[in-house]
């Protein structure tokens, strides 16, 4: 036993310090972000992500212009169409309709 006492008196930094790491590690492993009684912090998005977005939101904003003047085109196509069938019968009052129509969009 006295020797036992005597290692420990020598070596009582080491038992110290393993303690000590010991308790670390436990306490690492208790308070990690995201535990059961902690929320998760809001991430902070990183310049990429926010490039990423700004490129989704152009790109979304090209393509409702694209479908404007899709829907825009459909719409004068339509009315260009009707026209043209009223041309069948009435080909005078097609033509004034045409020529309506080429002044208010030209």
């Given at each position: 036993m006295t020797q036992v006492w005597r290692t420990v008196r020598k070596w009582w930094w080491v038992l110290v310090a393993v303690a000590?790491?010991?308790f670390l590690i436990a306490w690492r492993l208790m308070a990690k972000p995201g535990g059961p009684d902690q929320p998760v912090p809001p991430q902070v998005p990183t310049l990429a992500d926010r490039a990423r977005q700004e490129v989704e939101r152009v790109r979304l904003e090209g393509e409702v212009e694209k479908a404007r003047?899709?829907?825009a085109a459909d719409a004068?196509?339509?009315e260009i169409d009707r026209i043209e069938e009223l041309g069948q019968s009435k080909p005078v009052e097609a033509?004034?309709?045409l020529a309506e129509w080429?002044?208010?969009n030209l």
């Open positions: 000590a790491g010991i003047a899709k829907a004068q196509r339509s033509r004034r309709q080429l002044q208010r």
